[in-house]
């Protein structure tokens, strides 16, 4: 790497000022010590010489001050002695030194006037001296002074020496540094320089930016615009490959565009649970992180092209410091096009609304899964006053907005779009209610059904997964309130508001490969197999939040049940149950997490035999990409839910598969298994049937797997997030809407109470 001129001048010069100071500093130094020791020496030998002086001069002979000065005759820095009378007269010098001292220095005359020692620096005709006068007296009278000389040339030789080594520690410090920096700085430049030519010409061969800390923030920088040229390059790659074939397929791209149409210039409302962006303290660092939702993926393109807002609870631990004083910020953080606004929620409204009613009431409720639902008159308080708040916050940043449209998810909030409505008759509200809807009976334990269906019905578009779902969810409606049910448009009427009822069968994104080409792969495959001790000739895998609804340990069983129906795969067959702790709060989850432990363990100690186990219990959180190598080198995926609105691990599995090998085993009682229809479909309560299906998919065809996998693909693709993103929306923004009401003046929220049916 070259430098510029301008770097290297400004190092040479800082370098070499600091150096020069730092070299005069020391030479000061050393030259006060030198003069000090000078001094010193020569008070020294004066003082050592004055009685003998004192006694010749007393006596006035001069042949005995002649000899005293003549012993310090050749001396190497010491030039001479000289005894002068009281007039300041030589009267002995040092063979030698006459020449060198010219006439009499002033200490000299000085200390001889004031009969004191004298001692200074001087110049004589051929160099630099120093001369100590000491006086000599008796019996109180000045007799004259001893003078010692020294030779302090060598006092200048530092000066000298220190320049010099200035010199050449300005030159040794500049070549250091500028090959500290051309190595710490030139080869990382040049690499990320490389990285982004290669990233921008389309050549990029997957390496990685430079890890140096100091390029930490640059690199992090330069990571998502890698990420977005590539999301960008590959975008309108898939666009123009779609239009090439004359494709209707959706992508995130066509999904945007298609909005902004449909919209109108209104913007989308998105109101969830979960938040799509959480900060959380990692370190002394704040970082962000997107949950595992494929909601983010559908919802992010709408609300990005709408420059819409996602309301959601505050969950983690930074949150609060990264928002502004209402909780509102910008997202994505690496590149904001949308608000999120954030909702923090007490430890009781918490308690309550959603570990009590949501998820101790409505989610065994709706999921026949064989456990108890428990309903409280203080979760259901509790449950009212959150989706309270939650409106609130809705009707507050829609202030202002003509005909926005509100897209309200789950089961938390059935009470929102009756409480919207009411104040914004303008606004087209919409429902996705992502878990399934029982059958009326069932629906009927619940001691506040008719409030939640009315609050429900104040949506103009309830969403579900599959038809059923909206079948049962109408005849509730029909037995349970007073309506009008049109069964020929499914649709509701209740109190002169149309509520339509609609499948959009929820699924994952599709980019036709399964992942990116440079997701590192090899070291995913090799980390899955360190994971779990080796490498089986049959992988099985499960992927779940370790939920009662998931048919786990019913899984197992089918495991267990197949070792003994066909012992031959005793060694062979590994099942891999990848399985994230959830909802640990609640106690049937805890007993949950214990019992498919436990049963694990138990199916390994009757089969165990040395280092093989057929049973892996991985019960810890996976990322996606952690999960996607067990994805692709299973040969069978196990999902067993004993009752799911639709199941997405079932089309991750079949995205992943862009080998189109592998078989998927599906529940019966899963929404997948109505698209899904090249899956083996089975009856989880059914062990030896679930065991026979595990030995059909290890011993089935490659040719077979590969049709059957071929054909779930193409379902996916064609049916992709995207499209029930646009499908919904579409259809709500079609919807016409009430506007004579628009400002019509109306009271503050309050929960509603069970006389609102």
């Known amino acids: 790497m070259h430098l510029s001129r301008r770097l290297m001048l400004s190092l040479f010069g800082s370098v070499a000022v600091v150096s020069i100071l730092f070299a005069a500093y020391q030479t000061l130094s050393e030259m006060h010590a030198m003069r000090a020791g000078v001094e010193r020496q020569a008070t020294l030998l004066a003082e050592s010489q004055q009685k003998a002086a004192t006694q010749a001069l007393k006596d006035n002979s001069a042949a005995e001050m002649q000899a005293l000065a003549g012993e310090f005759q050749n001396h190497e820095q010491l030039a001479g002695v000289a005894i002068y009378n009281a007039q300041g007269q030589a009267l002995a010098v040092t063979p030698g030194l006459d020449r060198q001292i010219g006439q009499t220095p002033g200490a000299v005359v000085q200390d001889i006037r004031e009969q004191r020692p004298r001692g200074e620096f001087f110049r004589s005709p051929r160099e630099p001296m120093h001369v100590l006068a000491l006086p000599l007296q008796a019996n109180g009278g000045s007799l004259g002074a001893l003078a010692v000389y020294n030779n302090v040339s060598f006092v200048a030789a530092p000066l000298l020496r220190q320049g010099l080594m200035g010199v050449a520690q300005t030159l040794v410090i500049v070549g250091i540094t500028l090959l500290i920096v051309h190595w710490s700085l030139g080869r990382p430049i040049r690499h990320m320089a490389k990285w982004l030519h290669d990233l921008r010409t389309g050549d990029g061969a997957g390496d990685q930016p430079p890890k140096e800390g100091m390029f930490t923030p640059l690199a992090s920088e330069a990571r998502h615009l890698a990420a977005s040229l590539h999301n960008a390059r590959a975008a309108a790659e898939e666009e123009a490959r779609l239009r090439d074939a004359a494709s209707s397929q959706w992508t995130a791209e066509r999904l945007r565009i298609v909005m902004q149409a449909k919209l109108q210039g209104s913007r989308l409302f998105a109101v969830s649970n979960r938040e799509p962006y959480v900060h959380s303290h990692q370190g002394k660092a704040v970082t962000w992180s997107v949950p595992p939702s494929g909601l983010v993926t559908a919802l992010e393109p709408v609300l990005r092209a709408s420059d819409g807002v996602w309301i959601a609870q505050a969950t983690g631990d930074a949150d609060k410091e990264t928002a502004d004083d209402s909780g509102s910020l910008r997202v994505p953080p690496d590149h904001p096009q949308y608000s999120l606004r954030r909702i923090w929620l007490s430890e009781e409204e918490q308690e309550g609304f959603y570990f009590g009613f949501a998820n101790e009431g409505l989610w065994p409720l709706c999921h026949i899964a064989h456990t108890r639902p428990i309903f409280r008159g203080t979760d259901w308080e509790q449950y009212q006053a959150v989706n309270a708040k939650f409106a609130q916050v809705v009707l507050e940043e829609m202030r202002g907005e003509t005909e926005p449209a509100v ?147 019913e899984r197992l069983r089918g495991i267990e049940r197949f070792f003994e129906m066909y012992p031959g795969f005793l060694e062979k067959f590994t099942f891999v149950q990848i399985g994230a702790p959830s909802r640990t709060h609640i106690k049937r989850y805890q007993e949950l997490m214990d019992e498919v432990g436990e049963e694990a363990e138990r199916i390994n100690r009757r089969f165990r035999s040395g280092d093989w186990r057929p049973i892996i219990f991985l019960n810890q959180h996976h990322s996606h990409e952690q999960i996607l190598p067990y994805y692709r080198e299973a040969d069978v995926c196990l999902v067993t839910a004993l009752h799911d609105g639709m199941n997405l691990v079932a089309k991750e599995f079949v995205v992943a598969r862009k080998d189109e090998q592998g078989v998927l085993i599906l529940s019966r009682f899963a929404g997948a298994s109505q698209e899904l229809t090249d899956a083996l479909i089975v009856n989880p309560y059914d062990t030896d049937a679930l065991a026979q299906a595990i030995y059909t998919a290890l011993s089935m065809p490659p040719e077979e797997r590969q049709a059957r996998m071929q054909r779930m693909r193409a379902v996916v693709q064609e049916n992709n997030v995207y499209r029930w993103a646009g499908d919904l929306i579409g259809e709500l923004a079609a919807i016409r809407v009430q506007r004579s009401e628009r400002h019509v003046h109306r009271p503050a929220l309050v929960p509603a109470g069970r006389d609102a049916a």
């Open 407 to 553: 897209l309200v998810q789950d089961y938390h909030f059935a009470l929102l779009p009756r409480m919207i409505k009411e104040r914004r008759p303008d606004a087209r509200v919409a429902i996705f209610w992502h878990i399934p809807w029982p059958n009326p009976e069932a629906f009927g334990i619940c001691p506040w059904q008719r409030e939640l269906l009315d609050g429900m019905l104040g949506a103009d578009l309830i969403g579900f997964h599959i038809q059923a779902h909206c079948n049962n969810f109408l005849e509730t409606v029909d037995r349970a309130i007073e309506s009008r049910v049109d069964w020929e448009h499914f649709a509701a009427n209740r109190h002169d508001h149309m509520t339509n009822v609609r499948p959009f069968p929820i699924s994952v994104a599709f980019n036709g490969n399964g992942a990116s080409a440079a997701d590192g792969w090899a070291a995913g495959r090799d980390a899955l197999y360190r994971e779990i001790g080796g490498k089986p000739l049959y992988l099985g895998v499960g992927v779940d939040r370790v939920d009662y609804t998931k048919g786990i340990p």
